[in-house]
């Protein structure tokens, strides 16, 4: 009997022999994420946790956990763009289904399970795409159903379960949709976020993800599959990526939500040309400063990384 979706991606991706466990060059050898595509998305996240701290006041041990942290590249680089001082009292966890790289320098932390009482930055960016949760589509009786999680996806006969029901009806109800319509139910993945933000004593919790608003849902739901740098089918079998974007407004009350675009301005990070009389007198700068710029210019492309949302939550 086949399973309902989100099984099966529990199963394709963090099972035994699962996508993201196997050994191997880690999501980035199959999809770019802005912790991979350029230092200064992790310079923008020492830049907050900076800040962070002097509102924290400075304290003995400022926590930096990363959660989905892939290979632990932001850390590296957060840790890298930290002035000495501040660096030297950052205590960086990252919070991993796969092992830990042999090349993490040795001060980092790697463990499967989110610490509790952090005091300083919980960071999760594309954490919250990659969780399993179950997909619905209308049939033809305009009924909600279950998909199920193997080839040819058809829809399981049972009815929704209470509380799937609810998260449907208070977050992306199909009322009025035709035959097809698809919702994708966050509630497993609000239930994640919500314990994330819990494990934070003082501080911010903030993930960086894509996703869409009450209103904005995508009419067939959001499903894709990544393998190898390119979109491919989603089939649940281990072979690929498998990504849902995010119901944002579901996360809960009291969020923040920027694009990245605005956030990384707020941080200083622009893909503004640097002004061209500066090719004459520092040729070099110059040229460094185009370079920062195409940078800066793909992580707050509005249609693409820039579109992308930062959701914090203060703590
Ligand atoms: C799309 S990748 C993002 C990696 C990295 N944060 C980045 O932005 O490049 C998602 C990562 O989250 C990890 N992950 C997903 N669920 C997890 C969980 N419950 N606990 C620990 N790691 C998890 C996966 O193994 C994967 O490495």
């Known amino acids: 009997m086949s399973v309902r979706w989100r099984a099966a991606m529990e199963r394709a991706l963090y099972g035994d022999d699962g996508f993201f466990r196997r050994p191997g060059g880690g999501p980035a050898a199959h999809f770019r994420t802005s912790a991979h595509a350029s230092p200064l998305f992790a310079g923008a996240i020492a830049a907050l946790l900076e800040r962070l701290d002097e509102a924290l006041g400075s304290p003995g041990r400022l926590d930096l956990v990363d959660v989905g942290a892939g290979r632990g590249e932001l850390l590296r680089g957060v840790l890298a763009a930290l002035p000495p001082a501040v660096a030297a009292r950052v205590a960086a966890v990252g919070v991993e289904v796969a092992p830990r790289p042999d090349d993490l320098p040795g001060p980092i932390g790697w463990t ?47 009815p929704l379960d209470p509380r799937d029901a609810a998260w449907l009806a208070d977050w992306w109800p199909l009322d009025g949709l035709p035959e097809g319509a698809r919702a994708e139910l966050g509630a497993p993945r609000d239930e994640a976020w919500a314990a994330a933000v819990g494990s934070v004593a003082r501080g911010l919790a903030l993930a960086v993800d894509y996703g869409h608003l009450a209103g904005g849902r995508p009419l067939f739901g959001t499903l894709t599959g990544f393998k190898d740098g390119k979109e491919t089918a989603p089939l649940p079998d281990g072979s690929c990526d498998l990504t849902i974007a995010v119901a944002l407004d579901s996360l809960g009350v009291h969020h923040l939500l920027l694009t990245q675009r605005e956030a990384l301005r707020l941080l200083g990070v622009d893909g503004r040309r640097p002004p061209l009389a500066l090719a004459s007198t520092d040729p070099a700068g110059y040229v460094r400063a185009l370079s920062r710029a195409g940078a800066a210019a793909e992580l707050t492309d509005a249609s693409g990384l820039g579109g992308h949302y930062w959701v914090m939550r203060w703590v």
């Open 112 to 158: 499967t399970a989110i610490p509790s009482g952090i005091t300083g930055l919980l960071v999760a960016t594309e954490w919250l795409d990659n969780i399993p949760v179950d997909i619905v589509e209308l049939d033809s009786s305009l009924r909600p159903r279950y998909v199920l999680g193997s080839p040819p996806f058809a829809l399981d006969a049972s």
